[in-house]
């Protein structure tokens, strides 16, 4: 199921429904349970990343394989840890920046690809968008304050909270970007303790292969440090998430 496909059966249900409804072969209420059924699916494409309800997206790599992303830094703070962490492991890791963040310490984000990591959008500034104006603004605006730093546009597109709407959508085309998701969320913004965030990842991690953590926690590194310690631990290959995906991080 897809966006399209839905908004096409909705309509065919509708203009079926409408006379029948008019003739008395059917109740009203069939109305409302069709609304239900329209909004539970809508709200399964846009809260699941992994849904692929608007867009192709990026989201699980081969079993065995993990990459590690970072979202919402460049922080001067824990960026610099989590850099050091990654260099002592020789893990390669994709950072999805915000824009606004990008311009603030530039020279963070200059680090991030000496050190031989990726960099993807995370929009300018993380806010909540409803426009097909305000999405485009979001997306080319974070595109912009990347290129100014490290000289190429980014492809890998990670949208706030994972969450997808058909406005964003249509401005990460207008950008050539790919979605790139995730399959198992650290929740190290949320919980907030180094060990609830190995505790959680170590409960998932043998299904799991791109790890979506924040650069903005300052218990992650300590926690990544063990985390990929764990992952070496179970046999499981660290990967760059280009090599895991396939696709190329940058435009030409
Ligand atoms: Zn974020």
Not at 51 to 79: L, N, Y
Not at 103 to 124: C, S
Not at 216 to 236: F, S, W
């Amino acid at each position: 199921m897809n966006y399209q496909r839905l908004n096409i059966l909705a309509i065919g249900f509708v203009l079926i429904l409408v006379p029948a409804i008019a003739l008395g072969f059917v109740t009203w209420k069939v109305l409302i349970i069709l609304f239900l059924a329209y909004s539970v699916t809508l709200g399964w494409g846009v809260f699941d990343i992994g849904s692929q309800f608007f867009m192709p997206t990026f989201w699980r790599g081969k079993k065995g394989e993990v990459s590690f992303t970072f979202d919402d830094g460049p922080d001067p703070e824990v960026t610099p840890k989590v850099l050091d962490v990654l260099r002592e492991a020789n893990v390669k890791a994709a950072f999805f920046v915000i824009g606004r963040n990008a311009e603030k310490h530039p020279k963070l984000l200059k680090q991030i690809m000496d050190e031989g990591h990726v960099v993807g959008n995370h929009t300018y500034n993380h806010a909540y968008v409803f426009s097909k104006a305000a999405a485009e603004k979001q997306v080319t605006e974070g595109q912009d304050a990347i290129e100014k730093v490290i000289g190429k546009r980014t492809r890998y597109f990670r949208p706030p909270f994972g969450v997808m709407t058909p406005e964003i959508t249509s401005a990460i085309r207008k950008e050539k970007c790919t979605v790139i998701g995730w399959d198992l969320r650290s929740q190290d913004g949320r919980i907030r303790t180094k060990e609830a965030t190995i505790n959680r990842v170590k409960a998932h991690l043998r299904k799991s292969t791109v790890l979506l953590f924040h650069d903005t926690n300052p218990t992650t590194p300590d926690a990544l440090r063990e985390i990929i310690h764990l992952c070496k631990q179970n046999g499981m290959k660290i990967v760059s998430l280009p090599e895991q995906s396939g696709i190329e991080p940058y435009h030409q």
